[in-house]
C-alpha cells in the first residue's frame, strides 16, 4: 500500500485540480501533462518490467520507483498550487485590474505591430519551404534535418525562440477578454498558420504541445483572476468557446498528422513497427532515466553530489549543449558513448526529479525541489498579475524569467543558474517592476517619492 498511496494521491491530486481548478490547470498544463506521462512511463516499467530499453541498451524494471515520483510530482505542484490558491482567495491577481494603463491605446499599437512583423515573418518561411522544393512531412525529412540544412534565420528563429513568441500571442489573443470584449481571432489565426507550417516542416508533438500550452497560458491568468469555478462554461461568450474548440482540434489534427507521418514514412517504421516504436517513445523513454536514477540512488546508495555539480556547473561533458543536465545523467548509463549521440544531434528526454537527487542526494534534493517550486510560485503569481494589469511588456519579461523554472520541471536544466545572461533577465524584469510602479502611480496621481514637510 505504501507504494500506491503517492501514486494514488497524485492522481486524486490533479483531478481535484482539474475540476475543483481549470483555470489553474490550465495554467499550470505544460507541467502537469509531462508529469503524468512520465508516471505512467514509471508504472509501466514498474509493473510490466523487465522491458527492453533501446537507449540505456539493456532490460529495466520491475522496480518500485514510480511512488517516490509521484512525491517529488506532489511537492513540485503543491507549493505554486497553493500559492495560486492563496493569491487568488485574497484578492492579489484580481486587484491588479486597478493597475491597468488609463488608454489602451499603447497595447492596441503594440499588438498591432507584433501582428503585422510575424505574419510577415510566416509569409516569408513559407515562401522559404515552397521555393526549396522540399517538403518534410511529404519528403520524408527529420525536422532537424530541414532546421539545419535547408531552413534560413527566420526558421531558426522561430524554432529557437518560439515558446516566448506563443506566450506573447496569446497574451494578445486574450487581452480584450479583460475589457468584455472577445478575444482577438487575428492572433488566433495566425497561430493556426504557424501550427499548418510547423505541421509541414516535420515536426509532430513536442513544439505543438509547449507552444499551445503557452498560447493558454494568459488566458489561464485572465480566468483566474475573474474566479471561474467548475462548469462555468458561461464565462466565454458562444464565439469563444467556438475558437478554443477549434483550436483544440486543429492541435490534435496536427499532431496525430505528425506522428503518424513521422513514425511510419519518416523513420520508415511502416505499420507493422510503428506501433512497437510507438510504445518505447511514450512508455519507456519516460520512465527510463527516473527508473536508473531511483535504483542508483535509492536502491544502492550510490551517486556522487560533488561529482554531479562538477559536470552540471563548472564542466560540462558537451559544451556545446545548453541543457548540462541532460549529458551527465547520459554519462552515467552511457558512459563515453553518451558524447557520441549528443554530438550527433540527439538525446534522452527527462531528467526530473532526477537531477535533483543526483545533484544534493537523497535528502537535499527534496530542498532542491522545494526550493525551485517556490521560485515558481512567485512568478507564477507575477505573471499572472501581470496580464490582468495588462503590462505586455511586463508578461513578456516574467515569462522569460519563468520559461526556466518550468523548462527545469521538463527537461531538468540548472546550469542556467550560473549563466550571467539568465541575471541580466533577472535584473530586466525587477527594473521594469519599477517602471510600471512608476507608470501606475503616476496614472493615480501620486508618486513614490513623498513630498517635503512644509515648515
Known sequence: MSYWLPIVAFVVFVLLLIFRRPAVS??????????GVHLVGSLFIDLRGPVLSLQLVREIGPSRSAGLLAVAYILTLLIPVTALEVAARGGLIRRAIADQPRSESG??????AFLWVNTIGLVVVLVELL????????????RWVYTEQFAGPIHKWYVEFGNFFAAVLGYFWASPLLSKRPPDRRFFLLGIGFGAYLMLVGNRFSIFY??????????????????????????????????LLS????????IVVGVFQSLVVTRGFGTDFAAAALQQRTLVETGEMWFAAHERIFVEGGGDPREAREFVFNSPLVPSVRNTSIPYLMWLEAGDYAVTILDAGSGYGGGFPDIAFYLAGARGGWLLLAAMALCQAILLVLFCRAVVARQPILVFLVFYVLYAFLNFNIGAML???????????????????????????????????PE????
Do not use: C, H
Not at 490550465?26 to 508529469?35: I, P, Q
Not at 497595447?107 to 498591432?112: D, K, M
Not at 480566468?223 to 462548469?231: F, H, L, S, Y
Not at 517635503?452 to 515648515?455: F, Q
Open 26 to 35: 490550465l495554467l499550470l498544463f505544460f507541467v502537469l501533462f509531462s508529469f
Open 107 to 112: 497595447e492596441a499599437a503594440l499588438a498591432t
Open 131 to 142: 521555393r526549396g522544393g522540399t517538403i518534410p512531412l511529404f519528403a520524408g525529412v527529420e
Open 210 to 243: 509547449s507552444w499551445g500550452s503557452f498560447f493558454a497560458m494568459p488566458l489561464a491568468a485572465i480566468m483566474i483572476a475573474r474566479g471561474v469555478q467548475p462548469g462555468a462554461v458561461g464565462t466565454f461568450s458562444r464565439a469563444t468557446r467556438a475558437i
Open 247 to 254: 483550436g483544440a482540434a486543429a492541435g490534435a489534427v496536427f
Open 415 to 449: 546550469n542556467f543558474l550560473v549563466a550571467w545572461t539568465f541575471w541580466v533577465k533577472v535584473a530586466a524584469l525587477l527594473g521594469w517592476i519599477v517602471v510600471e510602479r512608476y507608470r501606475v502611480l503616476a496614472d493615480r496621481g501620486t508618486s513614490l517619492v
Open 452 to 455: 517635503a514637510k512644509r515648515v
